[in-house]
């Protein structure tokens, strides 16, 4: 609780005061009590974050007033030819310009359902009407302009939301998937916009950097590929689309503009900092994996396979994708089991590309480091590590599954061709690789591999000495059914041996 000693300050009435609106509410049958019902109140007081000692104050029954020295004088900027008795409902001065303003007025309660919004470029000395886009029957109740980027405008009207990339002269709707609902307040907060509805909870719209770079060049264009916004690394379970409040999985958001549907499927790549791909996608849907993509050296194919993502969108207009900061899993025969237990990427600089109609574009982008991880102790150098063996082990895994699928093949062969040699051989390997069906069966040698990989990926830290030791042994093991395998049938890609 503040104490004020020495409290004052009177200022002139900032408000209309008529006379004949000052009565009992209600009266003579039945008052109202609630406290709604004060007229010839002041409704909004804000200061300019540019020019200390600005501050602009609206009534609820129709005035605009504006100080320059902090109060000690005070000035009438009501637009000229608005209604009377309306409630300014918001003021906003612009984060950019101190003589700069917007103001939105509600007449609805007096049965004008008209939208009065105006903007100011001279302390209030003239107003602009600025509705051009916004049907002639919705209110507006709250104004912003985006801290990141002048003339981008947020409207909240009495059905809905409105957006203005050129400082109110045109409107458009911008609903997404917002209920029909009044927009009663707007903030713009760390590049989300954030919003509260009469009735319908509060509203969050994650990452404003696609509207921040959006403008009319860049739509005449085929396609844009939107630099993303940098993002931490963290780890958090999401919860399920429709809960409330969502908590969506953690990842780098990635937008992009089509001006129309492309001719051919599109592909985007994450690269490292040596622009190396690590992870692929594609918007066709092949099962047969025939997408591949060059990879960085020492992967167990040489190329990552563009995996099909229906988030990868091709619809004209701005779309969103969204990468998880992992790698690509290990290799499986299933292909859309391919990304799980995938090791998280390590923080650092990361590069994504969008290739569209033959047309590639680059953009860069962070990751960055939990800073509870930092305060904790732990480096981006511990991560690193953490990174480099777990990718390791993803090698070392999909080398597991690729000899053990190739076995798989060579002893179903033999069992037809009627060898029993060759089939004792490969039963012998399959063994090996294969953990036994039955309960309480000993792992093998794929098990023992996954079981490692995921309890590395348990926690963000340094491994431990005993990790890296239990990989060599587990890549000794791999190595020796490898050169058993070449021994006995000769040199194969798919018998490769790992160094």
Avoid at 202 to 218: E, G, M, V, Y
Avoid at 224 to 240: A, G, M
């Amino acid at each position: 609780m503040m104490r004020c000693d020495n409290l004052n300050y009177t200022p002139p009435d900032l408000t209309a005061f008529e006379p004949d609106k000052q009565v009992i509410s209600g009266s003579p049958i039945t008052r109202d009590v609630t406290g709604e019902e004060y007229y010839s109140t002041i409704y909004e007081i804000r200061e300019s974050n540019k020019l200390p000692g600005l501050i602009w104050v609206g009534a609820n029954d129709g005035p605009i007033h504006v100080t320059r020295n902090n109060g000690k004088t005070w000035q009438n900027v009501t637009p000229a030819g608005m209604p009377k008795g309306g409630r300014v409902d918001c003021i906003d001065p612009s984060p950019h310009r101190p003589n700069k303003a917007y103001a939105a007025i509600l007449l609805y309660q007096l049965g004008d359902w008209r939208p009065y919004l105006y903007k100011t470029d001279n302390y209030g000395q003239s107003w602009t009407l600025i509705t051009k886009g916004i049907p002639e029957d919705y209110p507006v109740r709250t104004v912003r302009e985006d801290p990141s980027r002048e003339g981008l405008l947020y409207a909240g009207t009495e059905y809905g939301m409105f957006v203005s990339f050129d400082d109110g002269q045109n409107w458009q709707p911008f609903q997404q998937n917002l209920p029909i609902t009044p927009i009663t307040d707007i903030k713009v907060h760390k590049g989300d916009l954030v919003i509260s509805t009469m009735g319908r909870g509060f509203w969050i719209l994650d990452n404003l950097s696609a509207l921040h770079q959006l403008a009319k060049p860049t739509l005449a264009q085929s396609a844009v590929l939107f630099k993303p916004r940098d993002q931490y690394r963290l780890r958090y379970w999401p919860n399920r689309k429709g809960t409330e409040p969502h908590y969506p999985s953690p990842g780098i958001q990635i937008d992009y503009w089509l001006k129309e549907a492309p001719q051919s499927p599109i592909t985007l790549e994450i690269l490292n900092a040596q622009m190396q791909t690590i992870r692929a996608f594609t918007s066709q849907n092949n099962p047969r994996d025939t997408v591949k993509i060059p990879s960085r050296a020492g992967m167990a194919m040489g190329f990552v396979i563009a995996g099909f993502s229906d988030a990868l969108r091709t619809t004209p207009g701005i779309q969103r994708f969204v990468w998880d900061l992992r790698h690509l899993g290990a290799w499986d025969r299933n292909g859309t089991r391919s990304s799980r237990g995938a090791p998280l990427a390590a923080p650092g600089q990361y590069f994504v590309r969008l290739t569209v109609n033959g047309v590639a574009s680059l953009q860069s982008f962070k990751v960055l480091p939990d800073p509870r991880l930092i305060n904790a102790g732990v480096t981006t150098k511990d991560l690193q590590q953490q990174e480099a063996l777990s990718l390791q082990i993803i090698e070392l895994d999909s080398r597991s599954r690729i000899l053990g699928a190739t076995i798989t093949q060579e002893r179903a062969s033999a069992q037809q061709k009627n060898d029993p040699v060759l089939s004792t051989f490969y039963n012998d390997l399959y063994s090996e690789l294969f953990t036994a069906e039955g309960r309480y069966m000993v792992p093998r040698l794929v098990d023992q591999i996954s079981y490692l990989r995921s309890m590395l990926d348990q926690g963000d830290q340094r491994p431990g000495k005993d990790a890296y030791a239990r990989y060599e042994e587990l890549k000794s093991w791999y190595n020796r059914l490898a050169k058993q395998a070449v021994d006995k049938v000769g040199n194969r890609k798919e018998f490769d041996l790992i160094d």
